[in-house]
């Protein structure tokens, strides 16, 4: 194992034009799961024995999942009590590998993630973003498919992101999403395809939603809410009254208090144009609640909450993607704290790192060594949690490796 790992990675300037947005804090977010349940609350050990220099590491099984891709599971010991461990390793650059966001067709859905997975065909994948659990069961951030591209994003307040650049190189920083019509640039539009439109503003729903349900996405509200349904590019509908459901086709957009004021102008008939955007443009993106470590410089703050955990990481030197699961809440394992969780992952040398949903969702599956994919670690409910999306590896055997130049 290495040490850790200095490095950087920096966004490029926004295009003439981008809106230029303050980057948000780096604080946790509370709950630190999907699920909400309390955290048990590590014991105190004093810090000397809170390091890699106190751990006892035994690596229980292992096999190359394709070329460019390691399995690890590994029980790991120390004064605060076992934990068991479930690590892929993927060079990012290795011939035929690449990664995408694993999605549902409908973002307001859920499923096991397996079954994401083995739709898709690919041969690993972690679960990503944390969602809306107890009600629309979409996520709360921002995520871009490589083939659907753009299906849901926030301007602020869950911007912290995994993505594949435009140059296939990974990434962790922030990302925006918002929408915009074009024909009234005074109107905004921060959420895209978001569990519930904010208190005063307008959200932006799409045909990738899937059906809308009667005035979830407002928390309840049914007064001072508008909706506006737009048609090959003409409002069609303009009520204050929501259908008790509505497969979106086309656009919709919906108001709360100020924001159904602004709807309102817009007359039905009336042409308009609503575009939705992502800054930076990355190729594909999931979100986390927190960095864990940004530009190697550890984020994370919390050494109490003892959790589930799933989280991204990124060796910018070997090359090497991190996608990490710790089991929690069993007995042969207490799960981890966010300190804990940056802790191992600045020993496994990442130079960023990303924390994603945990809890109940934590979820790891990969091709065994008989070919079947699987899931390798041990769910804290005791199965798979139904979870809108995730993050995972794809193989492509015909790719050929590249050519080496002859002096």
């Known amino acids: 194992m290495s040490g850790v790992l200095m490095g950087a990675s920096v ?15 780096d604080r946790q977010r509370a709950p630190q799961t999907s699920d909400g ?14 390091g890699p220099e106190s751990w006892t590491w035994t690596t229980l099984a292992g096999w190359e999942v394709v070329p460019g891709v390691t399995f690890e599971r590994f029980d790991l010991g120390d004064a605060r009590g076992p934990v068991r461990g479930q690590l892929l390793r993927i060079s990012y650059n290795a011939p035929g590998i690449s990664l995408d966001y694993a999605g549902r067709p409908d973002i307001a859905s859920t499923a096991p993630l397996l079954d994401t997975v083995l739709a898709d065909q690919a041969v690993a994948g972690v679960n990503g973003d944390f969602f809306d659990i107890g009600d629309t069961g979409a996520p709360l951030g921002v995520g871009r498919d490589r083939q659907r591209k753009l299906l849901h994003g926030v301007e602020t307040g869950w911007n912290c992101a995994f993505f594949i650049k435009r140059d296939g190189q990974p990434d962790i920083d922030f990302l925006y999403a918002s929408a ?4 009234r640039p005074d109107l905004t539009i921060p959420t895209v395809n978001s569990p519930s439109v904010r208190q005063g503003g307008i959200g932006l729903y799409t045909d990738k939603w899937g059906m809308l349900r009667g005035y979830r996405v407002t928390d309840g509200q049914k007064k001072k809410v508008r909706m506006v349904v737009v048609k090959n590019g003409v409002v069609t509908e303009n009520r204050k009254v929501f259908p008790k459901t509505l497969k979106v086709q086309g656009k919709v957009l919906i108001g709360r208090d100020r924001g159904a004021r602004q709807l309102r102008q817009l007359k039905k008939g009336t042409p ?21 470590i940004r530009d190697g410089e550890r984020k994370a703050r919390d ?6 955990r799933t989280a991204v990481g990124i060796d910018y030197d070997t090359g090497v993607i991190f996608l990490l699961v710790i089991d929690g809440r069993q007995d042969f394992s207490r799960g981890y704290t966010m300190v804990e969780m940056a802790t191992l992952m600045e020993y496994l040398g990442a130079d960023e790192a990303l924390n994603l949903d945990g809890g109940g969702s934590s979820t790891m599956v990969a091709r065994r060594p008989d070919g079947k994919v699987k899931v390798l670690n041990s769910p804290s409910d005791g199965h798979q949690r139904w979870v809108p999306n995730g993050l995972e590896v794809f193989y492509d055997p015909t790719a050929a490796p590249p050519v080496p130049t002859v002096p």
């Open 37 to 50: 349940v309390p955290g048990a609350i590590a014991p105190w050990v004093p810090r000397w024995q809170r």
């Open 272 to 292: 308009i144009t609503v575009k939705a955007r992502l800054t930076p443009r990355p190729k594909m993106a999931i979100t986390g609640n927190v960095f864990l």
């Open 303 to 308: 050494d109490r909450e003892m959790h589930p």
């Open 180 to 183: 915009r019509i074009t024909q």
């Open 11 to 25: 966004l490029p300037a926004p295009a003439a034009g981008d809106p230029i947005h303050p980057p948000p804090p």
